[in-house]
DNA sequence: ACAAAAGTGTTCGAAGTACACCCATGT
DNA sequence: ACATGGGTGTACTTCGAACACTTTTGT
């Protein structure tokens, strides 16, 4: 080996965190798994494993690599259907008591009709929804409090700024189900004109387009929207984007 | 000890590297040191260490600790002065050649006037500030050029919707300093009455003070500014978070 | 006096918020 | 026919951008 070897240190244990969430019933919901060994057993705690390092030192696995992997090992939703995000690493001295560890905490945003399909993956025998309001975080295992309250902090900002919500529905959606995943995430409700003003907004600068089909929801039908692939958005974008901002022109 | 060990896998090493950001000479720079061994002998990177694990797989430093440390190591400068945040992880197999590791990166902003206080470190000998503007992010070591990339987003995004910018100027300062670290910032001009009026708001929202002095700066001598730590600004909030959204009365 | 920088005012458009109101459809 | 939800319009507000303008100082 031309290169000196790494320093012989202490090295902490590696695991990756899933946050899963998704709309259930129209409550955004968080995967926990019910523990069944020490230490915190039977309290509630976030999905996750150990990061694969490849024999040798070298090889393994990128933790993003490492996040879609546990996804399917818990879930066992496809990745292609699942929208993941870095959290952050999170690793203070004694968050796991039986020794050093720091996580990677990856959130997931799965659709509602994906979400019925997860199967309890072989280490996440008690894997189920839970309903982010009213979960008391003081009671999940590990950090795992401090590390939920960071993923919804940021998935309500993502929600927001990004199209995140657009992971949140089923697809083709009406204006109406992607209004309930804002009202969801911020737990509010929301004005349904000034929301169908944003998704116009939306559409105008290709993140949604719409269908042509309607869909017959008891009354009058609802048309029907569909989110645009990052990478088609690129080609349509010129409209809008430019050409828009900065003033058209002033009297003297 | 009464809950079971953790499982004996294979562990990455776990480093720490610093995106030390300050404004030298109107330019954002960024802290970098050139490598004096191999792998990337003479390519620049950032400096960082390895997180510290306490002995028999318990004590040793938090991430953010880690960050500290690995900051008054590298510059010499006091935590006090310097604002620290988290990046995120990085730890793609094959980014080190010589093992599997993963780093948390931490950012770092230094203002000005302590920027000029950095001494090199020991294991930093050759640390320099480097201008952001025209560094070739192809050139650095490891994957760093990802991790500055990354930081730039972010930092940009910081700078103006939190208050990010206020690390990153004196301690009194002028409009125009403020100003000068958006533009370096983002690299552009902005103009100097809409920034002015910016500068207004985040008065009225707290996070600055005006100071009674002024400062004799060539012509005419500019207003002085303060900002107000975070734990100051609760007290004062009252005024305006309250009490002004929303609608004041509609005629019918 | 004059240049340079500090600082204010004005206008336009984009977009958030609140709410009134029309429209289309299944029962 | 009519209740229900889909969808549009309108008024008020904040905010960013562009730029003309006045004020204050040192030389």
């Given amino acids: 080996m031309p290169y ?26 968080l995967l926990l798994i019910e523990r069944g060994q020490p230490p915190f057993l039977g309290r509630l705690a976030l999905p996750g494993g150990f990061l694969h390092v490849g024999a040798g030192g070298q090889g393994g696995e990128s933790l993003d690599d490492a996040a879609a992997r546990e996804l399917v090992e818990e879930t066992g939703l496809p990745r292609a259907q699942v929208t993941l995000g870095q959290l952050g690493a999170f690793g203070a001295p004694g968050r796991d008591p039986r020794g050093r560890t720091i996580t990677i905490a990856y959130f997931a945003l799965v659709p509602p009709h994906a979400a019925h399909g997860v199967r309890a993956g072989s280490d996440a025998a008690n894997a189920r929804w ?76 290709g993140y949604v387009e719409a269908v042509p089909e309607r869909r017959a929801t008891g009354r009058r039908p609802a048309r029907l929207f569909r989110a645009v692939p990052a990478e088609l958005r690129a080609a349509r974008t010129s409209a809008r984007s430019s050409g828009r901002r900065g003033r058209s022109g002033r009297p003297a």
Same sequence: chains 1, 2.
Avoid at 5 to 17: G, Q
Avoid at 149 to 155: E, G
Avoid at 183 to 197: G, I, S, T, W, Y
């Fill in 4 to 29: 000196p070897f790494l320093p012989e240190v202490a090295r902490p244990a590696v695991t990756v965190d899933m946050l899963v969430f998704t709309l259930m019933e129209g409550a955004l919901s």
């Fill in 130 to 205: 839970v309903p982010v309001a009213g979960l008391a975080l003081g009671t999940l295992a590990f950090d795992h409090g401090a590390i939920v309250a960071a993923a919804l902090t940021r998935l309500r900002h993502d929600v927001d700024r990004s199209g995140s919500a657009l992971a949140l529905v089923p697809e083709p959606f009406t204006a109406r189900e992607l209004r309930e995943v804002h009202e969801a995430v911020h737990h509010r409700a929301l004005d349904a004109a000034n929301f169908d003003r944003r998704l116009r907004r939306l559409i105008e600068d």
